[in-house]
């Protein structure tokens, strides 16, 4: 996203260690373009200041700067030769049909996938027409999850006041499955607590807190288990944050019912409260 268009784009993730998206962002598009420009500067240079390595300069530096308007054009074909989708400019054939059940870390991205289309407080609204599904949502970025968690193969179609409804295209029977989430909270994101979560049943009776936010107030947060990957999603985050893009950190975790109630509780109590522990 840019601070002058109110549209976000899903490019890259890291997802249990491992980095996945292949293309370029806005930000390295123009650094690859300026080192191009620069690199013919120099080849001015070179021949106005040596006439006998003029032709030897004078051919690297043609071979390099071809080299990088192959790379920055094709990147920009690449973009407009997507499939389409606002809001998704991701590439990596790793995660996307099937071929994410054939990565080591598959367990994690299925997770990842149903957190994108889950956590969150977005609406469908179904053209008759068309049958086009869009959504609508708080914030452009969480539209940019729900479309990239549609093209990974996971659509959250319907919300009612108790559940929301998804429909995974890939799963182990080789057909579409619907699979119905029960909403039991909602803790919206704010500017104190830089996180929005969601506590949910799965059709197993399984309660789940899924959740996003700021990379540091996740982090803060993790497990013994989750810190296994706090080294290598850092340096990923750095990297996609020096590439000019906008991140966020998902996380879950598995809570059992005695948990769960003692919490609930102490969360009703603190919702009818009006004094200064309300936060």
Same mark, same amino acid.
């Given at each position: 996203?840019?601070?002058?268009?109110?549209?976000?784009?899903?490019?890259?993730?890291?997802?249990?260690?491992?980095? =996945?998206?292949?293309?370029?962002?806005?930000?390295?598009?123009?650094?690859?373009?300026?080192?191009?420009?620069?690199? $013919?500067?120099?080849?001015?240079?070179?021949?106005?200041?040596?006439?006998?390595?003029?032709?030897?300069?004078?051919?690297?530096?043609?071979?390099?700067?071809?080299?990088?308007?192959?790379?920055?054009?094709?990147?920009?074909?690449?973009?407009?030769?997507?499939?389409?989708?606002?809001?998704?400019?991701?590439?990596?054939?790793?995660?996307?049909?099937?071929?994410?059940?054939?990565?080591?870390?598959?367990?994690?991205?299925?997770?990842?996938?149903?957190?994108?289309?889950?956590?969150?407080?977005?609406?469908?609204?179904?053209?008759?027409?068309?049958?086009?599904?869009? =959504?609508?949502?708080?914030?452009?970025?969480?539209?940019?999850?729900?479309?990239?968690?549609? $093209?990974?193969?996971?659509?959250?179609?319907?919300?009612?006041?108790?559940?929301?409804?998804?429909?995974?295209?890939?799963?182990?029977?080789?057909?579409?499955?619907?699979?119905?989430?029960?909403?039991?909270?909602?803790?919206?994101?704010?500017?104190?607590?830089?996180?929005?979560?969601?506590?949910?049943?799965?059709?197993?009776?399984?309660?789940?807190?899924?959740?996003?936010?700021?990379?540091?107030?996740?982090?803060?947060?993790?497990?013994?288990?989750?810190?296994?990957?706090?080294?290598?999603?850092?340096?990923?985050?750095?990297? =996609?944050?020096?590439?000019?893009?906008?991140?966020?950190?998902?996380?879950?975790?598995?809570?059992?019912?005695?948990?769960?109630?003692?919490?609930?509780?102490?969360?009703?109590?603190?919702?009818?409260?009006?004094?200064?522990?309300?936060?």
């Amino acid at each position: 996203g840019t601070l002058t268009c109110n549209q976000m784009d899903f490019l890259k993730c890291s997802i249990a260690g491992t980095s =996945y998206g292949v293309r370029a962002s806005e930000v390295e598009l123009a650094a690859a373009k300026q080192m191009a420009m620069d690199l $013919e500067e120099q080849g001015e240079q070179v021949k106005n200041t040596s006439q006998r390595y003029s032709k030897l300069a004078s051919k690297t530096l043609s071979v390099d700067f071809e080299l990088e308007t192959v790379i920055t054009a094709s990147d920009d074909n690449d973009r407009k030769q997507t499939t389409g989708v606002k809001g998704f400019s991701f590439e990596d054939n790793r995660l996307m049909d099937e071929n994410w059940l054939n990565e080591p870390n598959s367990d994690d991205i299925l997770m990842f996938f149903r957190i994108l289309a889950v956590c969150h407080t977005a609406i469908p609204e179904v053209d008759e027409d068309t049958g086009k599904c869009t =959504y609508e949502a708080e914030s452009p970025d969480e539209v940019a999850f729900l479309v990239a968690a549609k $093209e990974f193969g996971f659509e959250f179609t319907k919300r009612t006041q108790s559940s929301v409804f998804i429909t995974e295209r890939f799963s182990p029977s080789g057909h579409p499955v619907d699979r119905e989430y029960k909403i039991l909270n909602l803790l919206d994101f704010t500017s104190k607590r830089k996180r929005m979560s969601a506590i949910v049943r799965d059709e197993e009776g399984q309660i789940l807190l899924l959740c996003k936010g700021a990379d540091s107030i996740i982090f803060e947060r993790l497990s013994k288990k989750g810190k296994d990957y706090l080294g290598s999603t850092t340096k990923h985050l750095n990297e =996609y944050g020096e590439a000019g893009l906008r991140t966020l950190a998902l996380g879950y975790r598995k809570l059992d019912e005695t948990e769960y109630s003692a919490w609930n509780s102490e969360f009703h109590k603190a919702k009818t409260s009006v004094g200064a522990d309300r936060e």
